[in-house]
């Protein structure tokens, strides 16, 4: 893949985001009087102006999208004419700039709400825990788990997919608790293993916390048979046909899919010798994988996907589908779930429970965007309400110039029965920008940590 294969995404999804947030604003300010003067996608240089609407509102995209705003009428930006004074946001009671700040991260996590409910309705197909003969030394054999077992539920709580499993031991970890894990095996036994999680480091930089454990993914050697061709691709034009199954390339025997891959991903513009079995004859071909670039390194691939194995497919996956009102309950509660584990993590990063490395920033966003892209659409929506209530909860942290940050301000003014002295709001801005600027700064060298190491 190449850069637009990541940068792309990552646009398309920080676009949708910006502009659902800052419409949750636009919408609420309208419906609580509030004159909008702006509605920019991006900040800096405006590179498209458009007016509409009886207020002549502008619309703009401007030259840098890393983020947006909503101008309204405000005496304190600039004069206002007598005649809409009552239109201005600061004139508006506590409560009504209360409802117009608290829109935008609302919006969001309406957002996350509506896609996870059109998912859960239309059905996303996802990995079963079906779990791998865990390594020597590991947690996971000292508790005794073996290979091919089904995971039911943790704690008590039933567990559908592989997802899901992992998400319950995270939280799980964050409290250093010890879990017990049901399983069944394909003789239908059923077993429960206790697994003490005090061990488990929570950090994006260490290890997954299902791989600390010794646990993976079970993934069955599937064979080298041949699926769906593209056209004109190397594989189609040497001549190999959809149903051929590789058993040799070369001097390589090919017992699995993955053997095949190995040696086309090394050999990218180097002629290969497949020996196919069709039709219960041996049959030979000269491959040349086409060369292309993944993270800088060059690849060869032959065009060729795997042949559906339904019995295999059967075992590995489980389609996760509900009723429409079932569908919004799961929703509302992988929101609110979600958030809850974004605000704890937080929190214990302040307090050194958690490794401050686990803060991302853009480059791994956006590397995040480009693999669930590729990965399909079911992901890379998954992927869209995930950095939506990321950005809700971001942006309602109590820190000045942040959403967050004025809603603060108006609970004080509640309390004390009047708005925060302006010199109070200026230092609060400038702390705010610095305290904004060392996260971003943090995030970004994770990042470029993470791309090292990787």
């Not at 004139?91 to 709400?113: D, H, Q, T």
């Not at 559908?160 to 608790?177: H, P, S, V």
């Not at 079911?378 to 942006?395: D, E, P, Q």
Request: net charge neutral.
């Amino acid at each position: 893949m190449n850069l637009l294969d990541y940068l792309l995404p990552f646009l398309l999804a920080l676009g949708i985001l910006i502009v659902v947030h800052e419409f949750g604003h636009y919408l609420v300010a309208r419906l609580c009087g509030v004159k909008v003067l702006r509605f920019s996608l991006g900040f800096g240089r405006p590179l498209l102006v458009r007016k509409a609407g009886a207020d002549q509102t502008e619309w703009v995209l401007s030259v840098f999208p890393l983020g947006g705003y909503v101008k309204m009428l405000d005496e304190r930006e600039a004069p206002v004419a007598a005649h809409e004074l009552h239109r201005a946001f600061n004139r508006k009671s506590v409560w009504r700039r209360i409802a117009i700040v608290a829109a935008g991260p609302l919006a969001n996590f309406l957002l996350a709400i509506v896609l996870y409910w059109g998912l859960y309705t239309g059905g996303v197909e996802e990995l079963r825990p079906r779990l791998a003969e865990p390594e020597a030394a590991t947690a996971a054999r000292h508790a005794g788990f073996q290979g091919g077992e089904l995971v039911r539920s943790v704690n008590g709580e039933p567990v559908e997919t592989w997802q899901e499993f992992r998400w319950k031991l995270l939280n799980l970890a964050l409290d250093k608790q010890v879990v017990t894990i049901e399983t069944i095996n394909a003789s239908r036994e059923i077993g429960f293993r206790k697994l003490d999680l005090a061990g488990v480091v929570v950090d994006q930089a260490e290890r997954d916390i299902t791989a600390q454990l010794g646990l993976s993914l079970l993934r069955p050697r599937l064979p080298a048979v041949l699926g769906r061709l593209s056209e004109g691709g190397p594989a189609e034009s040497a001549g190999l046909r959809t149903g051929d199954r590789v058993v040799r390339i070369g001097d390589s025997e090919i017992e699995s899919w993955s053997d095949l891959v190995a040696i086309v991903r090394d050999a990218p513009g180097r002629a290969l010798e497949f020996q196919v079995l069709r039709g219960g004859r041996d049959e030979r071909f000269q491959v040349v994988p086409s060369a292309v670039d993944e993270n800088g390194r060059s690849i060869g691939r032959i065009g060729a996907a795997l042949a559906d194995a339904e019995d295999q497919r059967e075992q590995m996956f489980v389609t996760v589908r509900y009723g429409v009102g079932e569908a919004l309950s799961k929703s509302l509660g992988q929101t609110w779930d979600t958030s809850a584990m974004s605000v704890s993590m937080m929190g214990r990063m302040i307090v050194g429970e958690v490794s401050v490395k686990n803060l991302s920033g853009p480059v791994t966003i956006a590397d995040f965007a480009g693999q669930s892209a590729r990965m399909g659409w079911s992901y890379y929506i998954k992927f869209l309400a995930l950095i939506s209530i990321s950005l809700g909860v971001l942006n309602l942290m109590p820190v000045p110039v942040l959403d967050g940050g004025h809603l603060l301000y108006y609970v004080i003014e509640i309390i004390k029965g009047g708005p925060v002295s302006e010199r109070a709001m200026e230092i609060g801005q400038q702390i705010g920008m610095a305290l904004l600027a060392a996260l971003m700064a943090f995030a970004f060298y994770n990042d470029i940590n993470r791309l090292f190491a990787s």
